[in-house]
C-alpha cells in the first residue's frame, strides 16, 4: 500500500493511459481539469501511505501479541483501501487493477494463515487433551 501511494504521489500530470476512459487526449484536457485529477490522485496516494503505516503498526503490535481484534481492523484497513482503489481501477477501465487486488488477496491469506490452528502440532503452552 505504502508503495502504491508513493507511486501515486509521483504522478505530476495525468497520464495517457487515462486519455481512453476520460474520452479526450489527456493533453486536451483544460489546466483546472488535469490539476483536479492530479489533487485527487495525490490524496488517494496519501491514505493509501496512512493506511499501509496503520496496517503496519497493527501487525507489529497488538497481533504479534496474541490479539485477535488487530485481524479484523487489519482486514477492514486493507479491503476499505486497496480493495477500493482496485474496484475504481477497474470501473475507470484501468488493466492494472490486479496489483492492488493482488496485495489485498495476500493480505487476507496472511490473516487467514495467521488464525488457522496448526495442523499437526498443538498450540504451544497447551496441554493436549482427551477427545
Not at 475507470?92 to 490486479?98: A, K, Q, R, S, T
Not at 496489483?99 to 491469506?109: D, E, Q
Given at each position: 500500500m505504502v508503495v502504491g501511494g508513493v507511486g501515486d504521489l509521483l504522478v505530476a500530470s495525468p497520464p495517457d493511459l487515462w486519455s481512453q476512459p476520460l474520452g479526450q487526449p489527456v493533453g486536451s484536457l483544460p489546466p483546472a481539469v488535469a490539476r483536479l485529477l492530479i489533487c485527487l490522485l495525490h490524496a488517494l496516494g496519501s491514505a493509501l501511505i496512512a493506511s499501509g503505516i496503520a496496517t503496519l503498526l497493527l501487525i507489529n503490535g497488538p497481533l504479534r501479541r496474541g490479539g485477535r481484534w488487530p485481524g479484523v481492523a487489519i482486514a477492514l484497513v486493507v479491503v476499505l483501501s486497496d480493495g477500493m482503489n482496485s474496484l475504481q481501477i477497474?470501473?475507470?477501465?484501468?488493466?492494472?487493477?490486479?496489483?492492488?487486488?493482488?496485495?489485498?488477496?495476500?493480505?487476507?491469506?496472511g490473516l487467514l494463515l495467521a488464525f488457522l490452528p496448526p495442523a499437526v502440532f498443538p498450540v504451544a503452552g497447551e496441554k493436549p487433551g482427551r477427545d
Open positions: 477497474y470501473l475507470f477501465g484501468g488493466f492494472y487493477f490486479w496489483v492492488p487486488l493482488t496485495f489485498v488477496g495476500l493480505v487476507l491469506l
